[in-house]
C-alpha cells in the first residue's frame, strides 16, 4: 500500500502508525522535496562532521593555547586547567600592538580595494571586447601564474628601491595597481555570464565603454567581485613576506610583522614564552574570522552563479 504523505494526520485515521512510521524515515531537504535516510545520507554528514572538527580543532586549540600559563602551552587540553587572561595584556606591553593593527588594516584594505578593481578592469576588457590575439593575450595572462614569487622578488625590489618606497608601506599594495593574473581568470569567467544583449541594448542607448563596465558589469558580477576584495584582504593581512623584506622601521609594521618581533624577542631573551606569541596570534586572526562571518553568504552566491553558468 503507497501512503501519502501530502494528507494531514487525524487522530481517528486508520492508517496513522503506518503513516507517522513513514513520515520519521523522510528527511526534508532545503527544497522542499523528501528523501529516505539512507547509509549513503549518514556516511555524508559523518564525513562533514569529520571535515568540520579537523578544520574547527586548530583554531579551538589555538584559543585555549592563548588562556594557559607557559608549562600547560602544549599539553594538548581543549580545555585549559588554568586560565591565565594576564597572557593578552603581556601580548599589548610586547609592542605597538594596536598601532600594527591599524597598520595591517590600511594595507590590506589598499591591496584590496585596487586589485579588485584593477583585475576587473582587466577580464572585462578580455570577456567583452573581441579583438585579434585575445586568446593569445590572455593565455599570456595565465602564464604569469606559473612564476614563483622568489623569481621576481629582488627585481621588483630593486625597482621599489629606486623609487625610494622602501621602509614605506606602499610596496605592500601598489604592486595591486596591475591587477592579478588569477583574480582576472575568476572575474572573467563572470563576467562572461553576463547577457551580451544587456551591453549592446546599453550601447544602443548611448552608454560608453566605462559606463558599461560600471552600471551593467559590476552591478551584476558583486559576488565575484566581493569574493576576490575578500580573498585579497586575507592574503595582505597574513603576509609576511613583503614586510619582512621592505620595513625596516617598527612604526610602519603590520601585525604579522609585529609578531615575528615578539616571537624573536623572547628567542633573543632565550625564553620561548609561547603562550604569549599564541595570544598575539589570536589577535591577529580574530578580524579576519569575523571578515569571513560577514562574507560567506558571497562565497555561496558566486558558487551558484558559477553553476548556473556551467
Known sequence: MTLDVRRPLRPNDPDRPAREGELASLVTTGSGRRRRLTPGLVVRWLL????????????VWLVSASLKPK??????????????????????????????????????LMAAATVTLSSALVAFGFAYFRFRLRGALFGLVLATMMLPGAVTMIPVYLIWNRLGFVDTQV???????????????????????????????????????L?????????????????????????????LMKPLIYLQTEEYYTMPRGLK??????????????????????????????????????????????????
Not at 547577457?195 to 560608453?208: Q, V, W, Y
Not at 628567542?267 to 580574530?286: F, R
Open 261 to 310: 618581533q615578539i616571537v624573536d624577542s623572547f628567542a633573543l631573551s632565550g625564553q620561548y614564552n609561547w603562550e604569549i606569541a599564541m595570544a598575539a596570534t589570536l589577535v591577529a586572526t580574530v578580524p579576519m574570522i569575523i571578515v569571513f562571518a560577514f562574507g560567506q553568504r558571497y562565497f555561496l552566491e558566486g558558487l551558484a552563479t558559477q553553476a548556473k553558468q556551467g
Open 171 to 209: 610596496p605592500l599594495w601598489a604592486g595591486n595597481l596591475f591587477g592579478s593574473a588569477f583574480y582576472i581568470f575568476l572575474m572573467r569567467q563572470f563576467f562572461l555570464g553576463v547577457p551580451r544583449e544587456l551591453f549592446e541594448a546599453a550601447r544602443i542607448d548611448g552608454c560608453s565603454n
Open 211 to 239: 559606463g558599461l563596465f560600471r552600471r551593467i558589469a559590476l552591478p551584476l558580477c558583486r559576488p565575484a567581485l566581493i569574493i576576490v576584495f575578500i580573498f585579497e584582504l586575507q592574503a595582505s593581512w597574513s603576509d
Open 71 to 108: 608549562a600547560q602551552v602544549f599539553d594538548n587540553r581543549l580545555v585549559p586547567e588554568t586560565v591565565q587572561w594576564s597572557n593578552f595584556v603581556t601580548v599589548w606591553d610586547a609592542g605597538p600592538v594596536l598601532q600594527w593593527l591599524m597598520n595591517s588594516g590600511l594595507v590590506s
Open 48 to 59: 562533514l562532521l569529520l571535515a568540520t572538527v579537523a578544520f574547527a580543532y586548530p583554531l
